[in-house]
């Protein structure tokens, strides 16, 4: 990876991070479904399932 392509790549994730400070709930749960992280309940999928017992800590 060039210089210039891990610029880009630091670019896109700064503004998804931005994206993400205001997202409701529903698109949260969206946006998790179609990384595959969580299903359209809001549960975390069986190769996520660890981190279910990070988020009842906080």
């Known amino acids: 990876m060039s210089d210039k ?3 880009k790549l ?3 994730a700064k503004e998804r991070i931005e994206a993400v400070k205001t997202m409701t709930k529903k ?3 969206v946006t998790l479904n179609s990384a595959g992280i969580l299903t359209k309940k809001g549960e975390y999928t069986r190769h996520y ?5 990070y988020s009842k800590r906080r």
Request: glycine share 0%.
């Open 10 to 12: 630091m670019e896109i």
């Open 49 to 53: 399932k660890e981190l279910k017992a």
């Open 27 to 29: 698109e949260a749960i």
């Open 5 to 7: 392509d891990f610029a």
